[in-house]
């Protein structure tokens, strides 16, 4: 074909802008674009003619949640946590105060649920996200850098041991920081190497029993 | 694949079901000059990476963004993940705007168009009715009475009245649905060239009529 012809070229022009070239013919017609800036300035007319179409079209509200997702995706290391106020502040000292030391008690008099492991979990970019501790009875987990997740979703952690077969422990605590406790036979589990990672799911979890949805962040479970 | 998943929910977003004001506000950020010059301004900032910037922009545009998505998706879901997708495209490839080619909100509603009609082309849960295509630009006296409040919206209104009933039919459910050529033959019941000849025809009248 000759891409000269100004009519063709046109005509081309028209097909691509209202999508109506099939795949391959789309394909070849971007390769033109990209060292034919006259065709590109065809394109563009086409496409201020075609918007024009969306012209009447009347304007929606937009629910705040696409926003958070927006700011979400191109930000993910922001942690999306509303400001505190000095008196929870101060009433979160007192009670950390009063749980360390019930804790030290607890711990002086029974000794029984040692801190066995540790991981850290990594995002995609390797920027930590969330520290496990694994106990004999219980994980304790707590964010580094978590983003928040949209309503809807929770994250769920999973262990995934030498054979490959993903283990769900459960789902991390709504603000992602908090205590997961053990069944009996996951505390078996994390007797062995596994990896721990954490996947986004529907609320309340994973539907099939087995991660649905993106792996966000994951990292080795290390004894200490 | 479902064929009516898509059909529920929203109501048609007709030009015949529009109230004044709404419409006054979407000619004026549309079409005044003075604002595309802000809205460059705002895609040259985040360019450079700035967040404010592009909320300002997102305030400024989403709700038209939003109407686009909306009426290719013909549901609030699929549109609130459409509109997503374009902004997060719209931040990342900023600096591919080219101001001398078109218009800053031409090239945000074509992005958005595009992320629409991607997915509807993924899905293709979206069977099209005629009706449902005539639906934007349908010829109740309201909408007419709306539309010459606006002398642009009059010329858009004149332009597509050019159009034989056809030629806009199948030019609307190109644009909004991304259906091919022999789909649209289908779904017109009407041979593939005649839908061909249609929408050459009427995208070279509307082009050029827009143009005079």
Same mark, same amino acid.
């Given at each position: 074909?000759?891409?000269?012809? %100004? ?55 937009? %629910? ?17 946590? %509303? ?63 978590l983003p928040s997740v949209e309503t809807g979703r929770s994250l769920e952690l999973w262990a995934i041991p030498a054979d490959g077969k993903p283990v769900s422990l459960g789902l991390l605590p709504a603000h992602g920081k908090g205590r997961i406790i053990l069944s009996e036979s996951q505390q078996k589990l994390l007797g062995a190497p596994v990896t721990l990672a954490v996947s986004l799911e529907p609320e309340g979890g994973s539907p099939t029993?087995?991660?649905?949805? %993106? ?10 | ?7 529920? &929910? ?14 006054? !506000? ?17 895609? *040259?900032?985040?360019?450079? &990476?700035?967040?404010? *910037? ?15 998505? !909306? +009426? ?10 459409? !509109? ?14 080219? &101001? ?50 606006? +002398?642009? *919206?009059? *010329? ?11 030629? +806009? ?22 041979? !593939? ?20």
């Amino acid at each position: 074909m000759n891409y000269q012809q %100004p009519a063709l070229r046109r005509a081309l022009a028209a097909d691509y802008a209202i999508g109506l070239m099939p795949l391959t013919a789309r394909r070849r017609f971007e390769h033109l674009l990209l060292d034919d800036p006259a065709l590109r300035a065809e394109l563009a007319q086409w496409q201020t003619t075609l918007a024009t179409l969306t012209a009447p079209l009347p304007e929606h509200t937009v %629910p705040d949640r696409v926003w958070h997702a927006i700011e979400a995706r191109i930000d993910p290391q922001k942690l999306h946590i %509303p400001a505190k106020r000095p008196f929870w502040n101060w009433l979160r000292i007192t009670a950390v105060a009063c749980s360390l030391v019930v804790a030290i008690i607890a711990g002086a008099l029974y000794n029984r649920d040692t801190l066995n492991y540790s991981a850290t979990l990594m995002a995609a970019n390797q920027q930590p996200a969330i520290s496990v501790q694994a106990y004999s009875h219980y994980l304790n987990v707590a964010p580094l850098t978590l983003p928040s997740v949209e309503t809807g979703r929770s994250l769920e952690l999973w262990a995934i041991p030498a054979d490959g077969k993903p283990v769900s422990l459960g789902l991390l605590p709504a603000h992602g920081k908090g205590r997961i406790i053990l069944s009996e036979s996951q505390q078996k589990l994390l007797g062995a190497p596994v990896t721990l990672a954490v996947s986004l799911e529907p609320e309340g979890g994973s539907p099939t029993g087995q991660p649905t949805g %993106p792996v966000l962040y994951q990292g080795a479970l290390a004894g200490l | 694949m479902n064929g009516t998943a898509a059909q529920s &929910g929203l109501p048609c977003h007709g030009l015949g079901k529009l109230h004044g004001a709404p419409l006054h !506000l979407v000619w004026r950020t549309t079409i005044s000059s003075d604002d595309a010059d802000e809205l460059r301004q705002l895609l *040259a900032e985040c360019t450079l &990476g700035n967040r404010r *910037a592009f909320e300002n922009l997102y305030q400024r545009v989403s709700k038209r963004l939003f109407a686009v998505a !909306l +009426r290719c998706m013909n549901r609030s879901d699929l549109a609130e993940e459409v !509109l997503q997708e374009s902004f997060v495209r719209i931040w990342h490839n900023a600096s591919r705007y080219d &101001g001398n080619l078109s218009a800053p909100m031409t090239w945000m509603v074509n992005i958005t168009r595009n992320q629409a009609i991607d997915q509807l082309r993924k899905h293709r849960e979206v069977p099209l009715t005629e009706e449902q295509a005539d639906t934007l630009f349908d010829d109740s006296p309201s909408a007419h009475e709306q539309l010459d409040s606006q +002398r642009e *919206a009059q *010329a858009l209104q004149r332009c597509l009245e050019t159009l034989e009933g056809m030629q +806009r039919t199948s030019i609307i459910t190109a644009y909004f649905q991304g259906v091919s050529y022999a789909d649209l033959a289908t779904q017109l019941a009407a041979p !593939l060239g005649s839908v061909k000849s249609w929408i050459r025809r009427g995208m070279e009248r509307l082009r050029r009529c827009l143009e005079s």
